[in-house]
């Protein structure tokens, strides 16, 4: 027993001094210098220092698009357009017969949903169903996409790709004041049907058109939508280094459905890409830099104008009178010498570098002569002098400067007089950087020297010769990419049925899924393309087939075979985005306010959540009604503390490009349709609406409520339930009189407290119903 426990402690000492030695070898390689330590493989080595090859590959996505023949079926008289013939085909293939049509009223609820993102009126509901002519139906579908509610609808859907949001993400997080102006502009474009191709070339090169508008310019603000690290510290090169690589990659998975981002550090793993390739597709993004620009509205202009003149006057004669002028000149002439002396002034290094973070393009506005600025650029100095001058001069007195109420000031001068709208935009910056394959893909190890080039499994970039953003544009919609059409109309499908011929919307490459229908997402890209790149009209094809119209209800005898549905044996249930459930409620209940486009909104959430925000906290002051009561749509997304109600139906975070959104099913979701103040205002407004609109009488007001949430009638077995529960709310009500009371505060009608409180009770349940928040 001794001798085995002695062997015992010999063993662990001996691993111990194993450890020991290996833990000493692999510190003292730790302490080596980068160029001492050992090497691993560098794909960029050889291959970044000469052009690749051109790349093959017999990928379905990579192959040249053609127009496929339609299939002949048996069942020609299910057959309502092209789409029809592909879909039965491979049904009929699998001898499995296409679902039923759904009824009247689950058809414009449903096509309600899908093309404006709100549910039908009552009025609406009846004048279709009342329609018995032939072109009912299309009647509907084109009034439908005329409605400037369509663009709100298919606008988040942009967004989601265009990983937009109102702050710049990372710790501080601070708030961009004009990203909406981007947002109004998508909401626009979608509404006037601009083509596709156009909507393309102006956000990725709207700034480069031949006599460019301010609105084409405010297109390019999908570049500007990246996250930007605003936090001490972060080496300026780094920061611009990582917004063009998000920018890069950003653009490919939109526009290409590739996950080029695999190639930054590397060749791809999987698809013929290069790590070279990535950095040539970066370098046409590499020449650009950030401006704000002045981007009005319509009825901004002249007020602005008439009194601009005044506005600059009392401003000039508010900094005199604080002897600003002098003091930010010689701030200036500071920050200069800290520039031109680093290391001098460790204090002064700070504040440049923060003023740097804080502000875009700080060095070349130092360089300009102050009349040469723009307004918006001295005003970004002075506010910037104001509110960091003590860190620069640590030994004057700062309380004698009275800047703080200087700033109160100059704040409520800048409210009362009117001011332009403005927008985050990119123009050509004719002092751009290099650009080089980057190592590992780190910022600051720079190998080969690239120029801007596409990748080569695909067709050649046209030969300009200064080639530039709208070069990489043309290269995105030539007639030889058949990357692009397949790409959009598949994320059009998926929209429409749940998920995408090719279910993996984002990834189009060897890694991805296989189209369940190829040779129909090649006839919807190719007529998609060579029909003016409408998308309406894709849209309006899609939801005018008799694929679209099928019943969604579950077929047991597909359960097995199809659970899926990539057959599309029927249309599929989907529960509705985070924006369209809270958008359903409130017009549900008639408090959407229907203004289009515009600044975000903040409704109403609990203080501690603005608390959260790690770099400071939030200022989120709840917007009045009926401001609040907009669309989702404008919700205000700060990015580390984005809106619970969003955050808990799955919008996405916006740090990256979304094409798919997850739908998950929690018990939260459930308490916030039932407690959150936004949805229980909707109720109680709901159950007033029912006492305006409808006729005396349990049944018809019940009849009204299921039409407005439901764009039906209730059931029999429905109508008992709601019975019982009405008069158990009602029961429960009259025992506690101050409950009642509160609950049915909003509803003048002239009944008793528990019978209006009842009825909200009701309205609750109606708005947590599953049916509530799912398209059918």
Not at 23 to 34: K, L
Not at 546 to 562: K, T, V
């Amino acid at each position: 027993m001794r001798r085995q426990c002695d062997c015992t402690r010999r063993s662990l000492a001996g691993l111990l001094v194993l450890v020991l030695v290996l833990g000493a070898v692999g510190y003292w390689e730790f302490r080596q210098p980068a160029e001492q330590a050992a090497r691993l493989p560098q794909t960029s080595d050889v291959a970044a220092h000469r052009p690749p090859a051109k790349q093959t590959t017999e990928h379905w996505s990579f192959q040249p698009l053609l127009r496929p023949k339609v299939p002949p079926v048996q069942n020609a008289a299910w057959v309502r357009n092209p789409i029809d013939s592909f879909v039965l085909a491979l049904l009929e293939a699998e001898k499995i017969p296409p679902s039923l049509e759904a009824d009247g009223t689950t058809l414009i609820r449903r096509l309600s949903l899908d093309l404006r993102g709100l549910p039908p009126t009552p009025a609406e509901i009846e004048m279709f169903l009342a329609d018995g002519s032939l072109i009912a139906y299309e009647r509907l579908v084109d009034r439908l996409l005329a409605s400037p509610q369509y663009g709100e609808k298919w606008a988040r859907h942009w967004l989601d790709l265009a990983r937009y949001a109102d702050s710049d993400g990372f710790e501080k997080d601070p708030v961009r004041p004009h990203a909406w102006r981007y947002r109004h502009w998508v909401i626009n474009a979608l509404n006037d049907d601009l083509p596709f191709d156009q909507f393309t070339l102006e956000q990725i090169a709207g700034d480069l058109l031949p006599g460019a508008t301010r609105e084409q310019k405010v297109a390019t603000g999908f570049h500007r939508n990246a996250l930007v690290n605003r936090e001490g510290g972060v080496p300026l090169e780094q920061s611009r280094f990582e917004k063009i690589v998000d920018r890069t990659t950003t653009v490919a998975t939109v526009w290409l459905g590739l996950t080029f981002h695999c190639a930054r550090c590397h060749d791809h793993k999987y698809d013929p890409i290069t790590q070279r390739e990535f950095y040539e597709l970066f370098a046409f993004l590499n020449t650009t830099e950030d401006v704000d620009i002045d981007a009005p509205l319509p009825d901004e202009l002249q007020p602005f104008q008439e009194r601009r003149a005044e506005f600059l006057q009392k401003r000039a004669e508010l900094f005199e009178r604080y002897d600003v002028p002098r003091l930010k000149t010689e701030w200036e002439q500071l920050l200069r010498s800290t520039r031109e002396h680093p290391g001098r002034y460790t204090a002064r290094d700070i504040h440049l570098n923060r003023f740097r973070l804080y502000v875009d393009n700080v060095d070349k506005i130092l360089d300009k002569p102050i009349e040469q600025r723009t307004f918006h650029e001295d005003d970004a100095f002075f506010k910037f002098f104001l509110g960091y001058f003590r860190d620069v001069q640590p030994n004057l007195e700062w309380s004698k400067l009275n800047f703080p109420d200087l700033w109160d000031e100059l704040t409520d001068l800048e409210a009362v007089y009117p001011a332009l709208s403005r927008a985050q935009t990119i123009r050509a910056d004719p002092q751009a950087p290099e650009s080089y394959v980057y190592h590992r893909g780190e910022f600051n190890r720079p190998g080969a020297k690239v120029t801007p080039g596409t990748p080569r499994v695909l067709h050649p970039s046209p030969a300009d010769e200064f080639p530039d953003r709208s070069t990489l544009a043309r290269w995105i919609l030539s007639q030889e990419n058949p990357l692009t059409p397949r790409v959009i109309v598949n994320r059009m499908w998926q929209e429409f049925f749940g998920q995408g011929i090719v279910r993996t919307t984002d990834d189009f490459g060897i890694q991805g899924a296989e189209p369940t229908h190829p040779k129909l997402l090649d006839w919807l890209a190719v007529e998609f393309r060579e029909t003016g790149w409408s998308m309406k009209r894709i849209h309006k094809q899609i939801v005018m087939s008799s694929a679209y119209r099928q019943s969604s209800r579950l077929r047991p005898e597909l359960s097995q075979r199809d659970p899926y549905n990539a057959l599309i044996a029927r249309q599929s249930r989907l529960r509705l985005s985070a924006e369209c459930i809270r958008d359903v409620a409130l017009a549900s209940s008639g408090l959407l306010d229907c203004v289009i486009g515009g600044e975000s909104i903040f409704p109403h959430q609990p203080e501690s959540v603005a608390d959260l925000g790690y770099g400071y906290k939030i200022h989120w002051i709840n917007s009045l009604a009926p401001e609040r009561h907009r669309r989702g749509l404008y919700i205000h997304f700060q990015r580390t503390v984005p809106y619970p109600m969003l955050a808990s139906f799955d919008a996405p975070d916006s740090s990256r490009s979304c094409s798919r959104r997850e739908r998950s099913n929690t018990p939260l979701q459930a308490l916030i349709l039932l407690n959150d103040p936004v949805f229980f205002e909707a109720a109680q407004t709901l159950a007033a609406r029912i006492f305006q609109e409808a006729s005396a009488g349990f049944d018809a007001r019940l009849n009204q409520m299921f039409r407005l949430c439901l764009a039906r009638k209730p059931t029999p077995f429905e109508r008992d339930e709601f019975q019982k529960y009405y008069q158990q709310q009602q029961e429960l009500f009259q025992r506690e009189p101050g409950s009642a009371k509160a609950i049915s505060a909003r509803i003048i009608a002239d009944m008793r407290p528990p019978e209006k409180a009842a009825w909200v009770g009701i309205a609750r349940v109606m708005m947590n119903l599953d049916e509530f928040i799912t398209r059918e």
